[in-house]
């Protein structure tokens, strides 16, 4: 079975009101998205987090930020990345989870020797 991820993309930050270089001025305009990827297999899962930037210099396309979906952030957010970003992140979470499914290396303690109770006689 293939691993699944999800993406979370509503944690951003944006300028109040940006002017891009064809003089276009809007207000509440996205530029970093705080991401959180989270792969599982099922059992095991693994999560990533980050920032991605997003591009301001044209806002010709723009969305008001009232009518903007978790969906559209997520878009945005794999499309600022390209491809090979987003494949690297799934290929990461793929590893770690993996290695929670079959750990190659695991840590153990050691225990200590329980001391000898001395007996005092019953009097």
């Excluded at 509503?10 to 109040?16: G, K």
């Excluded at 969906?71 to 090979?84: H, P, Q, S």
């Amino acid at each position: 079975m293939a691993n699944t991820y999800s993406w979370d993309c509503r944690t951003v930050d944006a300028y109040p009101t940006h002017t891009d270089e064809n003089g276009v001025t809007e207000s509440q305009v996205v530029y970093n998205v705080h991401y959180r990827v989270t792969g599982t297999d099922g059992t095991n899962s693994s999560t990533v987090i980050g920032t991605q930037t997003l591009e301001t210099a044209d806002l010709s396309g723009f969305t008001a930020f009232d009518a903007v979906t978790h969906e559209d952030m997520i878009a945005w957010t794999k499309g600022a990345m390209g491809t090979e970003r987003v494949s690297e992140i799934e290929a990461s979470l793929d590893s770690q989870i993996a290695d929670l499914a079959a750990p190659s290396s695991v840590t153990l303690t050691i225990a200590e020797p329980t001391p000898e109770v001395e007996e005092t006689p019953a009097e």
